[in-house]
C-alpha cells in the first residue's frame, strides 16, 4: 500500500474530492459510487483481526457508522423533493413520498442509526477507556 506524504482527515479529502460549493451531477455521482466502495472496502477489511484490534475501535467504526447512517435521511428526503420539483406527475411524487414521508425510511434509517451508535458506544465502554480513541467521544 503506498503512504500518503501526510495524514489526511476524511474531512479533508472528501473537501478535496468534492469542493463544497461546487455543486454538479458528477461530483454527486461520485461520492454516492465512493460510499459503495468504501461499505465495499470494509466488507473485506472487517474481516481481519489488524483492522479492529480491540473494543475501542470496534466502538469508533460503529459510533461513525451509525452517524453516517443518520445523516441519509437529509439526502433521500432532499433527492425526493428534487424529484418532485421535476415533474413527473404522480409516479415522481409516489417516490418521493417514499423517501421523506414520515414514519417511512427516513424514521427507519434514523432508527438503525440510532442503534448502531449504541452499540458503538457500548463497544467502546469494554475496551475501558484506555486507547487514545475512545478518549475522543
Known amino acids: 500500500m503506498s503512504r500518503r506524504k501526510r495524514d489526511v482527515t476524511a474531512e479533508e479529502l472528501v473537501t478535496e474530492l468534492h469542493p463544497y460549493n461546487e455543486w454538479n451531477a458528477a461530483h454527486t455521482r461520485a461520492a454516492v459510487a465512493e460510499i459503495g466502495e468504501l461499505v465495499r472496502y470494509l466488507n473485506h477489511a472487517t474481516q481481519h483481526p489488524e483492522a479492529l484490534p480491540d473494543p475501542a475501535e470496534v466502538g469508533e467504526m460503529l459510533r461513525?457508522?451509525?452517524?453516517?447512517?443518520r445523516r441519509l435521511p437529509q439526502v433521500?428526503?432532499?433527492?425526493?423533493?428534487?424529484?418532485?420539483?421535476?415533474?413527473?406527475?404522480?409516479?415522481?411524487?409516489?417516490?418521493?413520498?417514499e423517501l421523506a414521508g414520515p414514519g417511512e425510511l427516513g424514521e427507519r434509517l434514523d432508527a438503525l442509526g440510532q442503534e448502531i451508535e449504541r452499540a458503538g458506544f457500548a463497544a467502546k465502554r469494554l475496551g475501558g477507556g484506555s486507547n487514545a480513541v475512545a478518549s475522543d467521544w
Open 64 to 69: 461513525l457508522l451509525g452517524q453516517s447512517v
Open 76 to 97: 433521500l428526503k432532499q433527492a425526493g423533493g428534487r424529484l418532485e420539483s421535476l415533474g413527473g406527475g404522480d409516479a415522481a411524487a409516489g417516490i418521493a413520498r
